[in-house]
T-cell receptor, first 111, second 114 residues
Framework: DQQVKQNSPSLSVQEGRISILNCDYTNSMFDYFLWYKKYPAEGPTFLIS?????DKNEDGRFTVFLNKSAKHLSLHIVPSQPGDSAVYFCAAKAAGNKLTFGGGTRVLVKP | NAGVTQTPKFQVLKTGQSMTLQCAQDMNHEYMSWYRQDPGMGLRLIHYSVGAGITDQGEVPNGYNVSRSTTEDFPLRLLSAAPSQTSVYFC?????????????FGPGTRLLVL
């Protein structure tokens, strides 16, 4: 039973438009959430994070929103660029510092 | 600065064969871990280590062994490979177990077990 789910396996968006990636979780004990970006043949790299005491965190073109009551977080990329084409994983942490990852969403930004 | 290196990049094994996936980091990180990535499943933690001589199991440890004799190296051993172990394996390191933002991943080892 996956505790972190990314229900959209892929997303295609036009360059300059907004990309919205969604992630749902079931474990109410998760207290920290992260997004990772992964290019082909490379390992994931950290993108942005948010603590459960916040509902929004912004870093340049990337914003993460957390809705604890809905157990839902989303990543907004504005504006989307071709270099953003990658697989994005959301991850969540509960006590014990172990991360639980979602299945990933492949984003394609078309020029 | 090499970061986290993994060898080999790709390996084909027959069922029952053994092999060791190598992982090394040159950042003097205490925390190292191994993940496997399967389609639609994200990354799942296999084993981790909080320092030389200390290892522990993650979410999916069965069929894998690890050891941590030095800070730099954290090899993952498959004693008797099974087709279910076909996956992409990532090694990661960070200064501490809570250093997620500064966790560095290696480029991965793609393993095919026939």
């Amino acid at each position: 039973d996956q505790q972190v789910k990314q229900n959209s396996p892929s997303l295609s968006v036009q360059e300059g438009r907004i990309s919205i990636l969604n992630c749902d979780y079931t474990n109410s004990m998760f207290d920290y959430f992260l997004w990772y970006k992964k290019y082909p043949a490379e390992g994931p790299t950290f993108l942005i994070s948010i603590s459960s005491i916040k509902d929004k965190n912004e870093d340049g073109r990337f914003t993460v929103f957390l809705n604890k009551s809905a157990k839902h977080l989303s990543l907004h990329i504005v504006p989307s660029q071709p270099g953003d084409s990658a697989v994005y994983f959301c991850a969540a942490k509960a006590a014990g510092n172990k991360l639980t990852f979602g299945g990933g969403t492949r984003v394609l930004v078309k020029p | 600065n090499a970061g986290v290196t993994q060898t080999p990049k790709f390996q084909v094994l027959k069922t029952g064969q053994s092999m060791t996936l190598q992982c090394a980091q040159d950042m003097n990180h205490e925390y190292m871990s191994w993940y496997r990535q399967d389609p639609g499943m994200g990354l799942r933690l296999i084993h981790y280590s909080v320092g030389a001589g200390i290892t522990d199991q993650g979410e999916v440890p069965n069929g894998y062994n690890v050891s941590r004799s030095t800070t730099e190296d954290f090899p993952l051993r498959l004693l008797s490979a099974a087709p279910s172990q076909t996956s992409v394996y990532f090694c990661a390191s960070s200064y501490s177990s809570s250093g997620y933002e500064t966790q560095y991943f290696g480029p991965g080892t793609r393993l095919l077990v026939l």
